[in-house]
């Protein structure tokens, strides 16, 4: 168990541009989270997969957001023309439903800077 | 739905002393109730969780925490504070069904200063 893992961990990039994370879930958890941390606050909600699909989205999934789980495994968020409000760590989750108390593990999360 | 409200934003205490963070929650099933710590710039550590079996938890790193259904609480505790144990502490509430922002809600966390 390699926990979940996130790639880059560290992103800048101008404003305008766009940038694609990439979260690979702890092996056979069948369901992905996407988080947006920004300083001093708590994890907020932006996305989750069930296997491939995906089934909830939270308002602050814009539309130049997007997320993807193709085949189930790992997942990519996209944010295109990126503004500085977009500034903040991504933080991938997964967790495996059916267990009791469905612990969702964590992973390094993706910090972007967009200036 | 479900919220949970941390009181205080920061907590000193010095090397040695108890911990104690507050964590209040609402919730209109039975929660679970979990605390994650961030260390700067990395993700969330699951520290401990309570799922309805015992009200009294036991984590890592010496933490524990205990459920009160009476006062809807979820308070961390630590007997003896380590220099280590300087982070930020997150208390978060789910309906157990994994679900999106309803399976897992945060509080704003409370950063945890150790003083020597």
């Known amino acids: 168990d390699t926990g979940v893992s996130q790639d880059p961990r560290h992103k800048i990039t101008k404003r305008g541009q766009n940038v694609t994370f990439r979260c690979d879930p702890i092996?056979?958890?069948?369901?992905l989270y996407w988080y947006r941390q920004t300083l001093g606050q708590g994890p907020e909600f932006l996305t989750y997969f069930q296997n491939e699909a995906q089934l909830e989205k939270s308002r602050l999934l814009s539309d130049r957001f997007s997320a993807e789980r193709p085949k189930g495994s790992f997942s990519t968020l996209e944010i295109q023309r990126t503004e500085q409000g977009d500034s903040a760590m991504y933080l991938c989750?997964?967790?495996?439903?059916?267990?009791?108390?469905?612990?969702?593990?964590f992973g390094e999360g993706s910090w972007l800077t967009v200036v | 739905a479900q919220s949970v409200t941390q009181l205080g934003s920061h907590v000193s205490v010095s090397e040695g002393a108890l911990v104690l963070l507050r964590c209040n929650y609402s919730?209109?099933?039975?929660?679970?109730l979990f605390w994650y710590v961030q260390y700067p710039n990395q993700g969330l550590q699951l520290l401990l969780k309570y799922t309805s079996a015992a009200t009294l938890v036991k984590g890592i790193n010496g933490f524990e925490a205990e459920f009160k259904k009476s006062e809807t609480s979820f308070h961390l505790t630590k007997p003896s504070a380590h220099m280590s144990d300087a982070a930020e502490y997150f208390c978060?509430?789910?309906?157990?069904?994994?679900?999106?922002?309803?399976?897992?809600?945060f509080g704003k966390g409370t950063h945890l200063i150790i003083q020597p």
């Open positions: 092996s056979e958890h069948n369901r």
């Open positions: 978060a509430v789910s309906d157990g069904s994994g679900g999106g922002a309803d399976g897992l809600t």
């Open positions: 919730s209109s099933v039975p929660p679970y």
């Open positions: 989750a997964s967790t495996h439903t059916g267990i009791s108390g469905n612990t969702i593990y």
